[in-house]
């Protein structure tokens, strides 16, 4: 096939990436994107098919049959609970997959090399193999393998920018000296310890930002390989998934008013408050029954529906759905609050409540909804802990002080459900389940929602 045939599918290609970015920054276009972007990535292969001349056809149908026995039950059977974890899972194959291409290059040439081509081969590997152990290890954190909270010490990041920096001055070397090959594989080394601290070192409540990181990361890195193989389509594509992702970590960032250099090297979330309430010990919460909780919701006029992790937990979606229904029915007015980082990465509430059907008009984004609370009969929370949490405005001490958070607690009446009293991912107790306005309901968010829509259909 020619060549200029294969360019007009990669100009293709190009085009249907763009579009995808562009349909999946609106909620109401996001499904158009997803295949926009799948259709353009099957064209990319198959071009890329099509300019090469196959040299092991065996190999070849190997990795596609090997890819799909792998790939096929994680897209088919990972519960949108995992999606955050399924993500960071995906980062870590496609960048350790653009690393070992590197490593690949660079063996591959051998003494031919020249300096510029090393260069910019070690910033890719470096990048590469950062991203696939930081992924790992992100992954660990939201699977609840290892804990959330951030390993710290003191000089922390003076450890972690001198093992970077190691990393910097063995790649300087190797482009002086290509044939050390040695100094290749302390290179990776100095990479795969970075991006272990790197990670390690950011709190559970940020990997939100750490998972549009590591995807930028890996967009860069595929950019860079793309200029070592001198295709076009891969440096396009590698430059829209690094510059969306770095965007997005910083659109992140502010949303939890971060620094992004902190979340960028580690030890948010480190420190702790000067005096940590248990509950039921300092300060008591009230729990009720679920007939109280559908009393007050009979007579509410307007209420305000606030999503959280703990939704997506129980798979409570369609649940929360129905819940709204019942109540449009009432004749009450429903709205649903989204905080951008609630749940285990960007837009987590937003595809789960797409997935239950929940119409687009009735998601309402944190600066739209935060004051109406005032003015809201009834806020019930499902599960969304950090991200109420009042803390963030009256604790210095905490880690969360300063993030805008959703304004639950200025709501007439506060419906908390949640498993139990325990802290958030980030570590730190809810304010908001003390205050006398609120009514905590302990339980599976969808059993417990699944009761209340049943009592308040008993109701006239």
């Not at 960007?346 to 409540?353: F, K, S």
């Not at 905590?440 to 417990?448: I, Q, T």
Request: net charge neutral; hydrophobic share 50%.
């Amino acid at each position: 096939m020619s060549q200029d045939f294969v360019q007009y599918l990669y100009i293709a290609s190009i085009l249907l990436f763009a579009l995808s970015l562009k349909w999946m920054s609106g909620v109401s276009t996001s499904r158009r994107g997803n295949w926009s972007a799948i259709l353009g990535i099957v064209i990319a292969i198959l071009a890329t098919l099509f300019a090469f001349q196959i040299q092991r056809i065996d190999l070849l149908v190997l990795a596609i049959v090997a890819g799909s026995v792998v790939g096929a039950p994680i897209g088919l059977k990972v519960s949108m609970t995992a999606v955050p974890q399924r993500t960071a899972v995906s980062h870590a194959f496609g960048s350790l997959a653009v690393a070992l291409v590197g490593v690949s290059e660079f063996l591959q040439r051998g003494q031919s090399i020249d300096s510029v081509t090393v260069a910019v081969l070690s910033a890719e590997m470096i990048l590469g193999f950062l991203t696939f152990i930081g992924s790992c290890i992100a992954f660990a954190k939201l699977q609840g393998l290892i804990s959330g909270r951030p390993t710290v010490y003191r000089g922390h990041n003076i450890v972690s920018l001198s093992i970077l920096a190691a990393a910097i001055a063995t790649a300087a070397f190797l482009v002086l000296y290509p044939s050390m090959e040695i100094l290749l594989f302390l290179m990776i080394g100095f990479a795969l310890i970075f991006g272990f601290l790197l990670v390690m070192g950011i709190g559970g409540a940020d990997m939100p930002t750490v998972i549009a990181i590591l995807n930028s990361y890996a967009g860069l890195s595929a950019a860079a390989l793309g200029f070592i193989l001198d295709n076009r389509l891969l440096i396009v594509a590698g430059a829209l998934d690094g510059s969306s992702g770095l965007i997005l970590a910083m659109i992140m960032s502010q949303a939890m008013n971060r620094s992004f250099l902190n979340v960028l090297f580690g030890g948010v979330g480190a420190k702790k408050t000067d005096v940590e309430y248990k509950g039921g010990q300092e300060r008591t919460a009230q729990t009720y029954a679920i007939e109280d909780v559908a009393t007050v919701l009979s007579s509410a006029k307007s209420v305000i529906i606030v999503p959280g992790y703990g939704m997506a937990v129980a798979q409570a979606q369609h649940v929360v759905k129905e819940l709204s229904d019942v109540l449009l029915e009432r004749g009450c007015n429903v709205k649903f609050a989204i905080h951008p980082v609630a749940g285990r990465m960007p837009g987590h509430m937003n595809v789960l409540l797409a997935e239950a059907n929940v119409p687009y008009d009735q998601l309402w984004e944190m600066e739209r909804i935060n004051s109406l609370f005032r003015e809201t009969d009834v806020a019930v929370v499902v599960g969304a802990n950090d991200v109420t949490n009042p803390a963030a405005r009256t604790r210095p001490n905490s880690p969360l002080y300063g993030m805008p958070i959703l304004d639950v607690d200025k709501a007439k009446s506060i419906v908390f459900i949640k498993r139990s009293f325990g802290p958030g991912f980030a570590g730190v107790e809810n304010d908001l389940f003390y205050l006398p306005n609120t009514m905590m309901v302990l339980g599976d968010a969808k059993n417990v929602l699944t009761e209340l829509i049943a009592s308040l259909r008993s109701m006239k």
